[in-house]
């Protein structure tokens, strides 16, 4: 069951240029619970993640992480303090090893390292095969399985994953989902934008549903309208 509120966000207006995407926008996420971000491609879903993660700075508001504030830091500090961002393009680095990206997710001692190893390669055995492969030289999907391995490895607090499944063939989407079931057994908080809604409310204990910067409904994953989501999908952003 989850805990206290570990991250929030309240009223944060934030976005590029001189232009904002978020407009106030408001978000609880419950320690060690799992909410899905629903909404439109430009409904500000991507922006949010950035924001909590500190790549895109709010121009108002507030960000806080166990009551602390977040907003302001950059994103190394932020990522220091236990949150870790899995953007929709493949977050590894292309002229490492598997091995390396691995290594390079956490800053764990070496005495401790084997385990978070192993613990990151049991998610994708496929993996296991491809450690001393540059990652840059793998399919799109083994680069995912990888970027998700590496958020494994870090051990974070909070867990921002933007669309994982994007561009991947069906089985590899089975894999995706199966190892962000990995994260939420291990109490990792996370907050998930997934394009397959069905798929991201049957692991998600909270929802909300956003649009045009704003969270438009929020509450229990099996009480969202999925007619609401799909006219929200359809309809303008």
């Known amino acids: 069951m989850a805990g ?3 991250l929030e966000v309240e009223r944060v207006r934030a976005g590029y240029g001189d232009g904002d995407v ?7 996420v419950p320690e060690g619970g799992v909410v899905a971000l629903l909404g439109p491609n430009g409904a500000g879903k991507s922006t949010l993640l950035r924001t909590i993660a500190g790549f895109v700075r709010p121009r108002s508001g507030a960000v806080r992480l166990d009551g602390l504030p977040l907003d302001g830091h950059d994103p190394s500090t932020i990522a220091r ?4 961002l899995v953007p929709e393009r493949r977050a590894v680095f ?3 090893t598997v091995g390396d990206n691995l290594r390079l997710s ?3 001692p070496e005495r401790t390292w084997h385990d978070d190893l192993q613990a990151a390669l049991e998610l994708f055995p496929r993996l296991v095969e491809r450690r001393d492969q540059v990652a840059g030289t793998m399919s799109g999907g083994e680069q995912q399985m990888l970027a998700l391995a590496r958020a494994f490895a870090a051990r974070p607090r909070l867990l921002l994953l933007d669309e994982p499944s994007l561009g991947l063939a069906p089985k590899v989407v089975d894999e995706v989902f199966e190892a962000v079931g990995r994260f939420i057994a291990a109490r990792i908080t996370v907050v998930l934008v997934e394009q397959y809604v069905e798929r991201a409310l049957a692991l998600a204990d909270e929802a909300s549903i956003v649009r045009n910067g704003q969270v438009v409904w929020a509450g229990p994953a099996g009480d969202v309208d999925l007619d609401l989501v799909a006219e929200g ?3 303008a952003g």
């Open 4 to 6: 206290e509120p570990l």
């Open 94 to 96: 292309p002229n490492l």
């Open 81 to 84: 303090c236990g949150v870790y």
């Open 106 to 108: 956490t800053a764990a």
């Open 22 to 28: 978020l407009h106030g926008i408001d978000l609880v």
């Open 233 to 235: 999908y359809l309809g």
